[in-house]
């Protein structure tokens, strides 16, 4: 019986570029996780209040995010790509008729960058992108992924999509994402284009 070749290497070694926060890109690490974490639970406990706690809690959160890297994944696949700026715009004829459009957007990804192995969550940046969805990046010693998984009552999650609703989840986002956050310290690598004048001594 003749023998099998082995898988060469070079096809396991994922990149690690594509997963990993670019300089560009925002990453919540130590007290800066914290406090961003903390702000996003009491905005939940007060949009639940909101509702009125009608529905049990694991439904609210589903109606709220998107949990897992594969739902994730399949609302961003859903919402239609947004151009780069300088392209051409699709033709509407050229969109796949089999197609599910989506009755709601993802305002945000919160993504655990410690992930392992880095292919599962490989393909959320260029999709997020291509979504003009942005990707908050999160990191922690104890892991990433357990603080997101607390942060919607569950053991772990990868990835975490906020789904835009208008109620004080996405205000509190909105502000996040235009930069109107309670501390600001420096990018998970370190690069210089935090501004000076944002950080305080509090």
Same mark, same amino acid.
């Given at each position: 019986?003749?023998? !099998?070749?082995?898988? $060469?290497?070079?096809?396991? %070694?994922?990149?690690?570029? $594509?997963?990993? /926060?670019?300089? &560009? *890109? ?11 974490? &903390? $702000? ?12 009125? &706690? ?20 399949? #609302?961003?696949?859903?919402? =239609?790509?947004? /151009?780069? @700026?300088?392209?051409? /715009?699709? *033709? ?8 599910? @459009?989506?009755?709601? *957007?993802? *305002?945000? @990804?919160?993504? =655990? ?15 997020? $992108?291509?979504? !003009? ?5 999160? !990191? ?6 357990? !603080? ?13 999509? #906020? ?16 930069? %109107? ?13 935090? /501004? ?7």
């Amino acid at each position: 019986m003749p023998r !099998r070749k082995k898988a $060469s290497k070079k096809h396991t %070694d994922i990149s690690k570029a $594509s997963s990993v /926060p670019s300089e &560009n *890109q925002d990453c919540y690490e130590g007290e800066r996780l914290a406090s961003l974490l &903390n $702000s996003i639970r009491r905005e939940t406990e007060t949009a639940r209040l909101l509702d009125g &706690n009608s529905l049990p809690e694991k439904i609210w959160f589903k109606q709220q995010f998107s949990i897992g890297v594969n739902d994730v994944t399949r #609302v961003l696949e859903r919402m =239609a790509p947004i /151009p780069q @700026v300088g392209s051409y /715009p699709a *033709q509407p004829h050229s969109v796949s008729s089999n197609r599910k @459009v989506t009755s709601f *957007q993802l *305002q945000a @990804v919160l993504l =655990a960058s410690d992930c392992n192995p880095r292919w599962l969550t490989k393909h959320l940046p260029s999709l997020a $992108s291509s979504r !003009r969805v942005p990707l908050i990046y999160v !990191r922690d010693k104890k892991g990433g992924s357990l !603080r997101l998984g607390k942060l919607v009552k569950l053991r772990t999650a990868i990835a975490i999509g #906020v789904k835009a609703k208008g109620n004080a989840i996405n205000e509190l986002f909105g502000k996040i994402l235009h930069g %109107d956050e309670i501390i600001r310290e420096t990018n998970c690598l370190n690069t210089n284009e935090m /501004p000076d004048a944002a950080v305080s001594d509090t």
